[in-house]
């Protein structure tokens, strides 16, 4: 006969009868299966094991549940990964605001109004059509990080001056 003692969640059993596959001490993603049990209360359910989880919680899982991998930790796992992607999102975010026209309008007429077009490249000094190209690729309003230069040496500043985010055919002038 396995043995009862209460817990707030009920009566738990130190060890599972023969028909009841023992989990104890097997590990499933943060969780380990501690000893005790609780039997399913509706017919035909399944057996809740007590786990540990990685970050030190206790929660009851069903075998099905941790076999699947549907449950995976005490829910720290499923917030650490919401917290990464929130994480993800905004830096997508930050680095895609070129991609849509209201950004891009939006920082044409930022890099307009601080730093001034010369009637020369940048870099060649030649007279030219001129882009405004972004050096780190970020796209931060940073004059700095912006340079006005005609298209050969746009084009030759492979790498990190890979955007012509401002085209002058686009803008007149
Ligand atoms: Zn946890
Ligand atoms: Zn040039």
Redesign the pocket.
Known sequence: MPTLHDTPEGTTHSFPPLRIKNMCGEKYH?LTVLSDWLPSVRKGGSTRWLCE???G?KIYATRDHLIQGNTK?????KKKIKSEQMKKNIGSKNHNWTGDDASYGAIHLWIHRHKRKPKKCQMCNKRARLDAANISGKYERDIHDFLWLCRKCHMKSDGRLKSLIIRNKQYGK
């Open positions: 943060y989880c990685r970050c919680n930790s005490c829910g720290c796992f």
